[in-house]
């Protein structure tokens, strides 16, 4: 095995290999195991990112992300004393 290949990892959990590289990979897979497991931490990973995108965000994230940061009162209230 190459370093080649581990450094392919990502492109290929990611999709974003073209067909050649594809299979290569997949040969590589099936020989090295510690590929097989990153590949599958690194899907539960992007299947956990994914759920979280695909849900509304809390309400109570809304309100805060709606309202003034704590940094911006701090830097009004510097500026106008
Ligand atoms: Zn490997």
Not at 21 to 38: G, M, N, P, V
């Amino acid at each position: 095995m190459s370093s080649d290949e581990h450094a392919m990892l990502e492109l290929y959990v990611l999709d974003a290999v073209d067909e050649m590289e594809r299979r290569r990979f997949d040969k590589h897979l099936r020989a090295c195991s510690t590929c097989r497991q990153q590949r599958d931490s690194m899907r539960e990973v992007l299947a956990d990112l994914s759920r979280m995108v695909a849900m509304p965000a809390p309400p109570q994230l809304r309100e805060a992300s709606s309202r003034d940061g704590p940094i911006d009162a701090a830097a009004r209230q510097y500026c106008a004393g």
